[in-house]
């Protein structure tokens, strides 16, 4: 199968650092790997309603809403997707978590197959953040691993960037100089963590 990468773009702010880093990484991939690049802002999903008890499947189904579909379509034609989110408040952006929300929904769209087409694919972050100490990113990391642990997909890690104002980002050699070989490494299934 032909990669295919899907760069779900998190941030409010367009071209900001997250998404500059996530550029220099697929900058590094080779010419024949498909890339999609969405960003969330300008597709707007309405609110996500877990009414998995109620005895309905999907708040709102896909083929009603024309984002939610091409979200749907998008991920699922994705060999490789990548989540670029700022780390807002230690996690991800509210515009990265509410499309994670609907994947719990899509595990319920007829014909969608979601968790078996996930299965094996792999799941990739790119993030920048205002602070010198990585570990405030644990939090979004977290995140990532363990929906991708749950989908029984592949894990591979977050490129991580520092940068507060438009473009510092470009001024982290070391994010910069990973960002070269971040999609080349090797992605193990992703593992819940043990106590």
Not at 47 to 54: A, E, G, K, M, T
Not at 127 to 155: C, H, Q
Not at 159 to 178: H, I, M, W
């Amino acid at each position: 199968m032909t990669r295919r990468f899907l760069f779900v773009l998190g941030s409010a702010r367009p071209d900001g650092n997250t998404e500059r880093l996530a550029r220099r990484a697929a900058e590094q991939l080779p010419p024949d790997v498909e890339q999609e690049w969405i960003r969330l802002a300008d597709h707007p999903l309405p609110d996500f309603l877990d009414i998995r008890h109620d005895g309905i499947v999907g708040a709102v189904q896909p083929t009603e809403n024309d984002t939610i579909r091409q979200l749907l379509d998008a991920t699922l034609a994705a060999t490789d997707i990548v989540i670029a989110s700022p780390v807002y408040w230690y996690s991800l952006s509210g515009l990265t978590k509410r499309y994670l929300d609907y994947w719990s929904d899509w595990l319920r769209v007829p014909g969608a197959d979601f968790r078996a087409t996930m299965a094996g694919r792999t799941l990739w972050g790119v993030s920048a953040l205002a602070d010198d100490e990585p570990v405030v990113a644990d939090p979004l990391i977290g995140t990532l691993n363990n929906s991708a642990a749950y989908l029984k997909m592949r894990f591979g890690g977050v490129l991580l960037g520092n940068g507060s104002a438009p473009g510092d980002v470009l001024k982290d050699t070391e994010a910069l100089t990973r960002a070269k070989t971040f999609f080349a490494q090797d992605t193990p299934l992703a593992r819940f963590p043990t106590p």
